[in-house]
């Protein structure tokens, strides 16, 4: 299967997701009319939860590797007043819980952020790993630093090898020339 039909693929089945937990959304909404204050609170918030956690499954489809990483940014811009707003929304005692229980959108807007940002805060997609050719690594290095004194080094190295290897040649003819000389010395 080609690349391309694959994501067109996974698009839809995460779009059926998305719009088949919303219809489902609809029918546990319905079922907590019946049950208490309470317990139609806490219904809520794990259907609305759910609903986040399945958003960010939806939006982070991919192949690859999953990238983790922990965002302590996003822990506290996203995962942290929106437990903040859902908890002051439920408990009485919580500041704030006046203004938070009379507007049930804020609730179930914190309930969505908190199912979406506690996976986001660990993970943030998914990374395809390219193969690494080692011509391109060489063209990128940087010129300078401690690769350029490396290789300096490298070619300082190989030049007094050469030079050593000329000098025990250039020796080695004196030594022959003194030779012939002193043998033709004592050949007179």
Known sequence: MKKESREKLNL??????????????????????????????????????????IIFYATRVGEGVPVKRFSAIVL???????????????????????ALASQPVILTFACVALGYGI????????????EIDEDAVKE????GGIAEELAALENEEAV??????IADEVAS??????LEAVDGADAE
């Open 76 to 98: 506290c811009v996203l995962d942290i007043p929106a437990l903040f707003a859902i908890i002051a929304s439920l408990a009485p005692a919580f500041p704030l819980h006046d």
């Open 119 to 130: 996976p986001y805060t660990f993970l943030s997609g998914f990374e395809l790993k390219e």
């Open 12 to 53: 839809f089945f995460s779009s059926f997701l998305v719009i088949g937990y919303i219809v489902c959304t609809y029918f546990f909404m319905s079922l907590t009319s019946r049950v208490s204050q309470g317990a139609a609170n806490l219904i809520q918030v794990a259907v609305f939860t759910l609903f986040g956690l």
């Open 173 to 178: 003819e004196e030594d022959i020339k003194e």
């Open 140 to 143: 990128a290095m940087l010129e």
């Open 160 to 165: 007094e090898e050469t030079v050593d290897e």
